[in-house]
T-cell receptor, first 115, second 112 residues
Framework: DVKVTQSSRYLVKRTGEKVFLECVQDMDHENMFWYRQDPGLGLRLIYFSYDVKMKEKGDIPEGYSVSREKKERFSLILESASTNQTSMYLC??????????????FGPGTRLTVL | LAKTTQPISMDSYEGQEVNITCSHNNIATNDYITWYQQFPSQGPRFIIQGYKTKVTNEVASLFIPADRKSSTLSLPRVSLSDTAVYYCLVGDQNSGYSTLTFGKGTMLLVSP
């Protein structure tokens, strides 16, 4: 089974702190994604990566950056956390055999609270 | 970009068949239709995918009419554990990942 792990299930940070959310997948997938999920808004794509060191912006990239130095690891960075970034963050990975129709495998999520 | 519309929520009872319809009026020729399921405090997981007519697996069936402007996810004899949010996605390999959005989904509540 594909396994996607996220470094923390719960995280509490203060406004202005730099925050790193880590995601690791064990299936040698080319693609990795970061989403945030908020009540009433569903899942929204922040960034995705289709290869090492490659990234593309999703729907809501403002206030975030990403890093992918190794194929299995994709990091989401909040340079200066703000209270409006309090949310559930979900990481996913997929192959690139068929493009967007490829199944995405999700991690358990990190619930981030910014005080 | 094909946009999808689903009901915000649905209620059902154990043992009933549940049909969730997704509207995608401007679906493109190469678009596939994919459904995901998300339980509370978990990430979404793939349920089923189709292009036309009917697809069935051990979890659900997906009905797609000839014009492909809508699709219906059918869950036979639901149980309490089917309470979840169900997402309909439409996309193809040429549209780019940034256009594949989950949206708000349909919250299905199954009661005893």
């Amino acid at each position: 089974d594909v396994k996607v792990t996220q470094s923390s299930r719960y995280l509490v940070k203060r406004t202005g702190e730099k925050v790193f959310l880590e995601c690791v997948q064990d299936m040698d997938h080319e693609n990795m994604f970061w989403y945030r999920q908020d009540p009433g808004l569903g899942l929204r794509l922040i960034y995705f990566s289709y290869d090492v060191k490659m990234k593309e912006k999703g729907d809501i990239p403002e206030g975030y950056s990403v890093s992918r130095e190794k194929k299995e690891r994709f990091s989401l960075i909040l340079e200066s956390a703000s209270t409006n970034q309090t949310s559930m963050y979900l990481c996913a990975s997929s192959t690139s055999l068929g493009g967007p129709t490829d199944t995405q495998y999700f991690g358990p999520g990190t619930r981030l609270t910014v005080l | 970009l094909a946009k999808t519309t689903q009901p915000i929520s649905m209620d059902s009872y154990e043992g009933q068949e549940v049909n969730i319809t997704c509207s995608h009026n401007n679906i493109a020729t190469n678009d596939y239709i994919t459904w995901y399921q998300q339980f509370p405090s978990q990430g979404p997981r793939f349920i089923i995918q189709g292009y036309k007519t009917k697809v069935t697996n051990e979890v659900a069936s997906l009905f797609i009419p000839a014009d492909r402007k809508s699709s219906t996810l059918s869950l036979p004899r639901v149980s309490l554990s089917d309470t979840a949010v169900y997402y309909c996605l439409v996309g193809d390999q040429n549209s780019g990942y940034s256009t594949l959005t989950f949206g708000k989904g349909t919250m299905l509540l199954v009661s005893p």
